[in-house]
């Protein structure tokens, strides 16, 4: 993740969960709020509702790859916090990307894309 950072603070959590904006599907729940520092901070949240800790260190592992592999097309400026619900459990790659860029595309973050 060049471009971005992770948020670590819960308070930084907290200011996001009140003052963002937020939509969901399937797998994932995304909060955004811009952050004035000119760069992105991503923070991932997985409850032990969805499993223990193996399970949820794949999720989080999955989430944080789907973002910097795609990093390059989220705009800048803000602070992205994705939580993974209970049905993203024992799901691949393939399906943690589509939703994150489907929510993406919701919140209105993504660059356009551009054809070479």
């Not at 795609?70 to 799901?91: C, P, S, Y």
């Amino acid at each position: 993740m060049k471009l971005s950072e992770s948020l670590k603070k819960n308070q930084d959590f907290q200011k996001v969960y009140r003052r963002g904006k937020s939509y969901a599907n399937k797998y994932l729940v995304m909060y955004v709020l811009e952050n004035q520092l000119g760069k992105n901070r991503l923070g991932i949240s997985v409850s032990k509702k969805v499993g223990n800790s193996v399970v949820r260190h794949r999720l989080t592992r999955l989430i944080r790859e789907s973002y910097r592999l795609n990093e390059i097309v989220f705009k800048q400026g803000l602070d992205i916090v994705v939580i993974a619900r209970v049905t993203a459990k024992g799901k691949g790659y393939k399906e943690i990307n589509s939703a994150l860029l489907h929510l993406g595309k919701l919140h209105k973050i993504l660059e356009e894309m551009r054809n070479a």
